[in-house]
């Protein structure tokens, strides 16, 4: 059993700063990639980011130079560091890993943890 917990929205002020984390329990099964996805009211499922097994990592263009995603792989976490907030990233962040089983990559997603910043 794989489960995706994500941790570390809140409320913010524009300008303001947050880190998020998103911690994968598995210990039988190697992690491929691991993405932050975000979703807002009426706009469609947004990839914010995403690093590899390799370490390396691709931003959508709204968060580049602002947004760092990190990963510490002896803890199956993943973090996202958002600087410079703005109130169009306000939405509900959600954790996506993609886990390695029998040669196939199965999707596993955490619950979201919202994200508000104020103007």
């Known amino acids: 059993q794989v489960q995706v917990v994500e941790s570390g929205g809140g409320l913010v002020q524009a300008g303001g700063s947050l880190r998020l984390s998103c911690a994968v329990s598995?210990?039988?099964?190697?992690?491929?990639?691991m993405d932050w996805y975000r979703q807002s009211p009426g706009k469609q499922r947004e990839l914010v980011a995403r690093?590899?097994?390799?370490?390396?990592?691709t931003y959508a263009d709204s968060v580049k130079g602002r947004f760092t995603i990190s990963r510490d792989k002896a803890k199956n976490t993943v973090y996202l560091q958002m600087n410079s907030l703005k109130p169009e990233d306000t939405a509900v962040y959600l954790c996506?890993?993609?886990?390695?089983?029998?040669?196939?990559?199965?999707?596993?997603w955490g619950q979201g943890t919202q994200v508000t910043v104020s103007s």
């Open positions: 690093i590899r097994n390799v370490d390396s990592t």
């Open positions: 598995t210990t039988t099964f190697s992690i491929n990639f």
């Open positions: 996506n890993a993609g886990v390695a089983r029998n040669g196939i990559t199965y999707s596993y």
